[in-house]
């Protein structure tokens, strides 16, 4: 029999193994995975095992995750991230190389800006920024260098679309690698591969996961690119924590249900508001006056519970907190696609001219509340505004 020490060290972990066939994935706790045999372990050593060798090579729920997103984005494979943006800095680190030049659309979420000008600068990568609503006006910015282009649609708080087909046949002529971040559409509302993208990326944090308690990011990519992804995230041996691929994966199994109430909810403000005698614009791909609406048309399955507007010009330079710290159901924060009401607002900035210069557009995210009260929230807060 063995000593109290070595009991203490091996005790229970036979039961554990013991496999019980629950309907979720089993949550692991590992860095240390054993391997059956020490010829699997030589294996290992010179990168030939073909199984999960170590906590880094992504667990069983990170696995599970991952299929599921290749099965609802139609690509050929899936890494999961701790973050959306980390997801994002992979795909840009993975096709980049010393002297390549990469085009971004404008519009992109402000992070990702921040990652081509701050670092991939200083490893000799040039970004330049597209219009927000670019086309097949892209040959135009396509130089030698260029490797990738990245594109968002619609893009944070302005919500432009790009023409996503006429990018990517483009891109396939020339060699270069298209890029999209998916996360307001998801791919229940829109799917790139169908459109001609090589490389979907989504911050999972927002609808996926859905109560603005995890934070998660999706690549998925075609068969042509995948081998080289995966090569670049085994030499970061990037992984996603397995709690929350749990979460992401539960988060999964509701998503249509809760995307549909985000999609009529926000629609039914976003109309309520255009009618509103204090604003100006409502910014929502989804409304007819939407300057790319056809587009969104063409090339959408529906629209998310994310929106902007802008107040007339008679408010513009009113001291806005009026209306905002007066707001009772609205929480005033980052990030979206939960089942609470957010408000974000600002003065964005653009490299290319573009239709809200220099005015306030607020950001809606709207969430599981009911409507009218959401309404009355808005309403008694923009009186505010008046006196
Ligand atoms: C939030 C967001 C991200 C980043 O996701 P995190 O998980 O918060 O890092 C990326 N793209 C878009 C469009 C986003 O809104």
């Known amino acids: 029999m063995h000593k109290i020490s070595t009991k203490l060290v091996n005790g229970g972990n036979d039961a554990a193994m013991q496999q019980i066939n629950t309907i979720n994935p089993p949550l692991h706790r590992a860095s240390t995975v054993l391997f059956d045999s020490y010829s699997d372990m030589l294996k290992a050593n010179c990168g030939q095992f073909e199984g999960i060798?170590?906590?880094?090579?992504?667990?069983?729920?990170?696995?599970?995750?991952?299929?599921?997103?290749?099965?609802?984005?139609?690509?050929y494979g899936c890494k999961a991230f701790q973050s959306g943006i980390s997801a994002i800095a992979m795909v840009l680190m993975a096709f980049t190389r010393q002297g390549d030049h990469i085009l971004i659309c404008d519009n992109v979420y402000g992070p990702t800006r921040h990652f081509?000008?701050?670092?991939?600068?200083?490893?000799?990568?040039?970004?330049?920024?597209?219009p927000s609503s670019a086309g097949a006006d892209v040959i135009d910015f396509i130089r030698d260098e260029t490797k990738l282009i990245f594109m968002e649609s619609p893009g944070s708080n302005t919500f432009e679309i790009q023409d996503v087909p006429a990018i990517t046949s483009i891109c396939r002529e020339k060699g270069v690698v298209s890029v999209i971040d998916n996360t307001w559409a998801t791919p229940l509302y829109?799917?790139?591969?169908?459109?001609?993208?090589?490389?979907?990326?989504?911050?999972?944090?927002?609808?996926?996961?859905?109560?603005?308690?995890?934070?998660?990011?999706?690549?998925?990519?075609?068969?042509?690119?995948?081998?080289?992804?995966?090569?670049?995230?085994?030499?970061?041996?990037?992984f996603a924590p397995q709690e929350d691929c749990y979460q992401a994966l539960r988060g999964l199994r509701t998503l249509a249900v809760r995307l549909k109430h985000h999609e009529l909810a926000a629609l039914d403000v976003a109309t309520w508001l255009s009618e509103h005698d204090m604003v100006d614009a409502v910014i929502h791909p989804a409304l007819a006056n939407h300057p790319q609406h056809e587009l969104w048309k063409r090339d959408f399955k529906g629209s998310s519970g994310l929106f902007g507007f802008t107040l007339k010009e008679e408010f513009e330079d009113m001291d806005h907190s009026l209306f905002v710290d007066n707001l009772?159901?609205?929480?005033?924060?980052?990030?979206?696609?939960?089942?609470?009401?957010?408000?974000?607002?600002?003065?964005?900035?653009?490299?290319?001219?573009?239709?809200?210069?220099?005015?306030?557009?607020?950001r809606l995210n709207i969430g599981m509340e009911d409507v009218d009260d959401l309404k009355q929230d808005l309403s008694k807060s923009l009186q505010k505004l008046k006196k």
């Open 116 to 130: 081509c000008d701050g670092f991939l600068s200083k490893y000799g990568v040039k970004t330049d920024y597209l």
């Open 190 to 238: 829109m799917n790139p591969f169908e459109l001609g993208v090589d490389i979907s990326i989504q911050s999972a944090t927002k609808y996926i996961t859905g109560h603005s308690d995890i934070l998660l990011g999706t690549v998925s990519t075609n068969e042509r690119y995948w081998e080289t992804f995966k090569k670049c995230c085994g030499l970061f041996e990037a």
């Open 53 to 75: 060798e170590y906590g880094t090579s992504g667990l069983a729920a990170q696995k599970a995750f991952e299929s599921a997103m290749v099965e609802l984005d139609g690509s």
């Open 328 to 362: 009772g159901l609205f929480g005033l924060g980052y990030s979206w696609g939960g089942y609470k009401s957010l408000i974000t607002g600002g003065k964005f900035m653009r490299t290319n001219h573009f239709g809200y210069e220099g005015k306030t557009i607020f």
